[in-house]
């Protein structure tokens, strides 16, 4: 597995979205950025908000696209190719359907699953070989349903749940970064 330079949080611009299941990823991804003691700056020509943290060939980059969900590929290709990043050295972090609030899974490759902002990842980059990590927001019972739930509120409880979840994969970032993938994922997926 390739070294990790970039990680990618997805989700919905705007303060009407901030607080809505769909942005998981951004949450996890201000997290870190906190964690780090690093801010966001609004980069227009890559249509996205950046935070780089150490320097040199250490540089982590954390990039946010600006636009909607369902076209994160546009910016995130820009932002890769601007600073010549594969897509095998980035771990993209997003809300997940399958899993429910409080599961959090590291995946190495795969399909789309369905998810939107994965899908126009898929059309705008080169490669879909990056990593990604699966934040759990829970399906609400029917496909009918989704959307609402994606773009709603998660729970007092729902909340607590991924809010622990995002704490667990932030302290598993230094292996993810360090190579140590196999690592990560053991002490993620056997944590209760």
């Given at each position: 597995?390739?070294?990790?330079?970039?990680?990618?949080?997805?989700?919905?611009?705007?303060?009407?979205?901030?607080?809505?299941?769909?942005?998981?990823?951004?949450?996890?991804?201000?997290?870190?950025?906190?964690?780090?003691?690093?801010?966001?700056?609004?980069?227009?020509?890559?249509?996205?908000?950046?935070?780089?943290?150490?320097?040199?060939?250490?540089?982590?980059?954390?990039?946010?696209?600006?636009?909607?969900?369902?076209?994160?590929?546009?910016?995130?290709?820009?932002?890769?190719r601007y600073y010549r990043i594969e897509p095998s050295e980035v771990l993209v972090a997003y809300d997940e359907l399958d899993l429910e609030p409080g599961d959090v899974r590291l995946k190495?490759?795969?399909?789309?699953?369905?998810?939107?902002?994965?899908?126009?990842?898929?059309?705008?980059?080169?490669?879909?070989?990056?990593?990604?990590?699966?934040?759990?927001?829970?399906?609400?019972?029917?496909?009918?349903?989704?959307?609402?739930?994606?773009?709603?509120?998660?729970?007092?409880?729902?909340?607590?749940?991924?809010?622990?979840?995002?704490?667990?994969?932030?302290?598993?970032v230094p292996d993810v970064l360090s190579g140590h993938w196999n690592r990560a994922v053991k002490q993620l997926h056997t944590a209760a």
């Amino acid at each position: 597995m390739a070294s990790i330079r970039a990680i990618v949080g997805l989700g919905n611009p705007g303060p009407q979205y901030a607080d809505t299941r769909h942005n998981a990823g951004f949450w996890f991804l201000e997290r870190l950025a906190d964690r780090r003691g690093v801010s966001f700056r609004a980069e227009s020509k890559l249509d996205g908000e950046l935070a780089t943290h150490g320097v040199g060939d250490g540089r982590l980059f954390l990039f946010k696209p600006a636009s909607f969900m369902n076209e994160s590929g546009g910016p995130v290709g820009k932002f890769l190719r601007y600073y010549r990043i594969e897509p095998s050295e980035v771990l993209v972090a997003y809300d997940e359907l399958d899993l429910e609030p409080g599961d959090v899974r590291l995946k190495q490759g795969g399909g789309h699953g369905g998810h939107n902002g994965l899908r126009d990842l898929f059309r705008h980059l080169p490669a879909t070989d990056f990593a990604r990590l699966r934040i759990g927001i829970g399906h609400p019972g029917h496909k009918d349903r989704v959307t609402g739930h994606v773009l709603g509120r998660p729970s007092v409880a729902e909340n607590r749940a991924i809010d622990d979840a995002i704490d667990r994969a932030l302290d598993q970032v230094p292996d993810v970064l360090s190579g140590h993938w196999n690592r990560a994922v053991k002490q993620l997926h056997t944590a209760a």
